[in-house]
Nanobody, 123 residues
Framework: QVQLVDSGGGLVQPGGSLRLSCAASGRTFTYYDMGWFRQAPGKEREFVAVIKWSGSNTYYASAVKGRFTISRDNAKNMVYLQMNSLKPEDTAVYYC????????????????WGQGTQVTVSS
């Protein structure tokens, strides 16, 4: 069992940066691949980024590649999403997710979800 708590969202101007954090509890966190998703008003939840349990592999949605960076600290049971050069279209609720396989993250069939944190990009 893994519990996830997302934080770090807020209001930021276009071109600005935010860092989202996901605190995980549970002894088996290290064995889970972790991801971030987002859901904008009126749209379906979409994949943003994934990182393998070891931190050795990452993958990004094309809309955020080059601007967002996912990372993890297994010693602290934390996952992060550094978001730079933010655009209004990045406005959404962002969710942390955990799954036992990379493929589950990529196909949106995760095992555990965080509660979400709102990111608003507006001038």
């Amino acid at each position: 069992q893994v519990q996830l708590v997302d934080s770090g969202g807020g209001l930021v101007q276009p071109g600005g940066s935010l860092r989202l954090s996901c605190a995980a509890s549970g002894r088996t966190f290290t064995y889970y691949d972790m991801g971030w998703f987002r859901q904008a008003p009126g749209k379906e939840r979409e994949f943003v980024a994934v990182i393998k349990w070891s931190g050795s592999n990452t993958y990004y949605a094309s809309a955020v590649k080059g601007r967002f960076t996912i990372s993890r600290d297994n010693a602290k049971n934390m996952v992060y999403l550094q978001m730079n050069s933010l655009k209004p279209e990045d406005t959404a609720v962002y969710y942390c997710a955990a799954a036992k396989s990379y493929q589950q993250i990529l196909t949106n069939t995760v095992d555990y979800w965080g509660q979400g944190t709102q990111v608003t990009v507006s001038s």
